[in-house]
C-alpha cells in the first residue's frame, strides 16, 4: 500500500516558509514607514507621480487571478479537470498581465529619469531619492514573486494536466495557490502606501 | 488530518469574497482622494488589513485551518508588531 502522504504537514511547511516571507516584507514596509515619518511631503509628491490607474488595475488583477487560484482548487477537489485547467490559466494569464503593466509603469518612469541612482533622483529632494529608491525594492522584490509565483502555476498547470494532481493529492497545487496569495497580501498593502498616499 | 475531511471552499463563498475585495479596493481609491490628513494613512491600512484578512480567511483557507497554522501565523503577526512598535518607539524618542 502507498503511504498515505501528510497534507497537514505539508501545508504547516508551506506555511513556514510564508512566515519568512512575511517578515521579509514586514522589514521593508517598516522602513517605509520610518521614512514617510521623516519625510511625508516629499513620500506625498513621489506617490503623485505613480500612475494611480495602473496600480488600482494591477490591485484588480491580483485580486481576481487570487480567486481564481482558489477556485481552481475547490474544481479539482470536485474532479473538474478542465475547469481547474481554465482556471489556473486565467491566473497565470492575470500574473503577466501585472507583469506587462509594471513593464510599462517601470519603462514610463525610467525615461523620465527616475530610475535608482538617477542623477535626476541624487540631485532632487533627500525624500524623493527615499521614496523611489523603496518604490523600486519593493515593487521590484514584488514583481520577482510574482515570476515565481507564475513558475509555480504553470507547474501545477502541467501536473493537473497529466493527472498527476489529483482530486485525492492536490498539495502541490494548494501550496503554489498559497504562495500566489502571499504576493495578493504584499500587493494589497504596496498598493495604498504607494500609490495613494496624499 | 485526512484530506476527506478538509473543508471545501463553494464558488459562491469565492465570489463574494472576490466582491468585498473590489469592493474594499474602490473605498480606498474613493477616500484616498479626501483630505483627511493623518487619517488617510490609518483608513488606508485598515482597509488593507481588512481584505488581508478575507484573503487570509477564505482564499487561504485559514477559517478551516488545524489550530497549529492559525496560532503560528497570529506568533507571526506579533512578532511583527514587536519589531514594528520597537522601532517606532525608538524613531518617536530620538530626537
Not at chain 1, 482548487?73 to 506587462?100: D, M, N, P, W, Y
Amino acid at each position: 500500500m502507498a503511504r498515505q502522504p501528510d497534507q497537514t504537514g505539508i501545508r504547516i511547511g508551506m506555511w513556514l516558509f510564508l512566515y519568512t516571507e512575511i517578515i521579509l516584507f514586514g522589514g521593508l514596509f517598516v522602513l517605509y514607514a520610518v521614512y514617510f515619518y521623516d519625510y511625508s511631503s516629499d513620500f506625498a509628491k513621489g506617490g503623485k507621480e505613480l500612475n494611480r490607474i495602473i496600480g488600482s488595475l494591477n490591485t484588480i488583477i491580483l485580486l481576481v487571478s487570487s480567486c481564481t487560484v482558489a477556485a481552481s482548487i475547490t474544481a479539482i477537489r470536485q474532479e473538474a479537470k478542465k475547469l481547474c485547467l481554465l482556471l489556473l490559466a486565467t491566473s497565470f494569464l492575470c500574473g503577466i498581465v501585472f507583469l506587462i503593466n509594471k513593464y510599462f509603469e517601470w519603462g514610463h518612469k525610467f525615461a523620465h529619469g527616475i530610475y535608482p541612482n538617477s542623477p535626476t533622483l541624487t540631485s532632487g529632494p533627500h525624500g524623493q531619492n527615499i521614496f523611489f529608491g523603496l518604490y523600486y525594492v519593493i515593487t521590484g522584490l514584488h514583481g520577482l514573486h510574482v515570476i515565481i509565483g507564475l513558475t509555480l502555476l504553470t507547474l501545477s498547470f502541467v501536473r493537473v494536466y497529466q493527472d498527476k494532481i489529483t482530486a485525492q493529492r492536490f498539495s502541490l497545487l494548494e501550496n503554489s495557490g498559497l504562495y500566489w496569495h502571499l504576493v495578493d497580501l504584499i500587493w494589497i498593502f504596496v498598493f495604498p502606501l504607494f500609490y495613494l498616499i496624499l | 488530518m485526512d484530506s476527506a475531511e478538509q473543508h471545501l471552499t463553494s464558488y459562491k463563498t469565492l465570489g463574494l469574497v472576490l466582491a468585498a475585495l473590489l469592493v474594499l479596493t474602490g473605498v480606498t481609491i474613493g477616500v484616498s482622494y479626501i483630505d483627511l490628513g493623518m487619517f488617510n494613512v490609518f483608513i488606508a491600512l485598515g482597509i488593507a488589513c481588512t481584505k488581508v484578512s478575507l484573503v487570509l480567511l477564505f482564499f487561504m483557507h485559514l477559517k478551516y485551518e488545524s489550530k497549529a497554522i492559525k496560532f503560528s501565523l497570529i506568533g507571526t503577526i506579533c512578532f511583527l508588531a514587536i519589531m514594528i512598535s520597537f522601532i517606532f518607539w525608538d524613531v518617536a524618542f530620538r530626537h
